[in-house]
């Protein structure tokens, strides 16, 4: 196995590419990092002054940033069942569309989960960590959260914006789904369902997923994910999860923690 994607196990972008290679059962391993020590390895292997996962390494080449390793999975892996030749384009729309409002939902549920729900966040952030490292962000969370609310700029007027543009996306997606469609593009799953699916499953909180479908994640985001828990997109979102999710990956084979 000579693949490794590097993920947070809670980043919904992650999960896009996870989703993506294991649909298309492309063999690979992957690591869950621990928020802040993701930093260092992040800016070294992706090159581009950025700190994001999820990040593709093969052994020909390293590639950060979700949108990208799709591109490049599309050209290097032709045909992609996910991604047929005639729609690539439609599909690549909609996944911007959805890449777009990802930092809001973090925005939005850390917003109101901050202070409630610390325990389960220290939980969600030391789940894949070494006991070392488990030790360092208990200890310095207060530090971490000030520093993530500065980043993600989680103020109470920029969750107010995160609220309307999520209700947005999501009133666009039951726009698209109203002619009775199942599928964004075309007539079968595609990366557009995979990106619309993942960047919306923290707040659909999906069963098969092993953060999201966690009663104890759903207790702690009820409030914040109530605005829209029980719309008609985030139950399509539900329904791609049981038709094509099946077993990720890690549970089925392989995964380490960093
Ligand atoms: N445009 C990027 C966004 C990825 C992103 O924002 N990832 C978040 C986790 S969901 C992250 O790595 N945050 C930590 C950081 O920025 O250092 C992509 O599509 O991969």
Redesign the pocket.
């Known amino acids: 196995m000579s693949w490794t994607l590097y993920t ?1 196990a809670m ?4 999960e ?1 590419i996870r989703w993506t290679l294991d649909f298309s059962r492309i063999d690979y391993q992957e690591v869950r990092m621990t ?1 802040v020590f ?2 260092a390895p ?1 800016l070294l292997m992706g090159k581009r002054g ?5 990040i593709l390494k093969t052994p020909d080449i390293t590639i ?4 990208r ?1 799709l591109l490049w999975l599309e050209k290097t892996r032709a045909p992609l069942a996910l991604i047929p030749k005639v729609s690539s384009q439609d599909i690549h729309a909609v996944e911007r569309h959805f ?1 777009a409002i ?2 809001d939902v ?1 925005r939005f549920l850390y917003a109101r989960s901050f202070g409630s729900g610390d325990a389960h966040i220290v939980k969600l952030w030391t789940d894949n960590a070494t006991p070392l490292k488990a030790a360092f962000v208990r200890a310095a969370y207060p530090i971490i959260r000030w520093g993530f609310k500065r ?1 993600l700029n989680i103020t109470a007027k920029g969750a107010a914006r995160a609220q309307k543009r999520i209700t947005d996306v999501i009133d666009w997606l039951e726009g698209q789904l109203s002619d009775g469609r199942t599928y964004l593009v075309g007539q079968t799953f595609t990366a557009a369902d995979i990106t619309a699916a993942s960047l919306l499953a923290p707040i659909a909180c999906p069963s098969q997923h092993p953060v999201y479908g966690d009663p104890a994640y759903q207790r702690t985001m009820a409030g914040a994910t109530a605005p829209w828990r029980d719309r008609q997109a985030l139950q399509w979102v539900r329904q791609m999860y049981q038709l094509h999710r099946g077993v990720i990956h890690t549970e089925a084979t392989s995964r380490k923690a960093a």
């Open positions: 947070f980043s919904h972008y992650s896009k928020p993701h930093m992040a950025q700190t994001t996962l999820p950060q940033d979700s949108s390793i890449d990802g930092k973090a980043k």
